[in-house]
């Protein structure tokens, strides 16, 4: 079955700590996204990227970093550097043309102890 | 720019009757237009899609929307609401302008279903 799989499920971050969210996608498509979505919203762009070894910051990049080293896989590490790092993390993946559509992962829900 | 507002947070409707979910936009080009559905601590799931083809977009479990230019609406409609319809529904825009296919979402609107 072809798809976008995320893990952990859950994800629990000690002060200090860095922590890697896992996606991977067996779509074979070129572009991939992070998403956060906090409680009664929206979701908001934090990076992206259109091809492999290329990314841009989305529009909340600040304490997050990502790479792109494979087509099927793009982590996102929340660095300490994120104060508020608690909400729920998306992934997606298009074939990368413009306004294709978005396929979304079942997303990892990060929590501060 | 482009953005996106759901005019109602939350619905409430009976099961059996017609569901209403309203969306509008800006945009400065020909935008696509998204409705997608959460399912509580689930990913989200394409209902449909409008890309300047017919402007009546059928999409999956009885869900349809009318893209109106004139209006600068794409809203969401279904004739007869099931208990399985109870979730979280997000319009969304992209803009031929946007590089990167970016996406800008609605807040949502959270839909309840009563037996």
Known sequence: DGGITQSPKYLFRKEGQNVTLSCEQNLNHDAMYWYRQDPGQGLRLIYYSQIVNDFQKGDIAEGYSVSREKKESFPLTVTSAQKNPTAFYLCASSMGQMRETQYFGPGTRLLVL | ?115
């Not at chain 2, 017919?54 to 009318?66: P, Q, R, S, W, Y």
């Open chain 2, 1 to 115: 720019a482009q953005s996106v507002t759901q005019l109602d947070s939350h619905v409430s409707v009976s099961e059996g009757t017609p569901v209403l979910l309203r969306c509008n936009y800006s945009s400065s080009y020909s935008p696509s237009l998204f409705w997608y559905v959460q399912h509580p601590n689930k990913g989200l799931q394409l209902l449909l899609k409008y890309t300047s083809a017919a402007t009546l977009v059928k999409g999956i479990n009885g869900f349809e929307a009318e893209f109106k230019k004139s209006e600068t609406s794409f809203h969401l409609t279904k004739p007869s609401a099931h208990m399985s319809d109870a979730a979280e529904y997000f319009c969304v825009v992209s803009d031929r302008g946007a590089a990167g296919n970016k996406l800008t979402f609605g807040g949502g609107t959270r839909v309840l279903v009563k037996p």
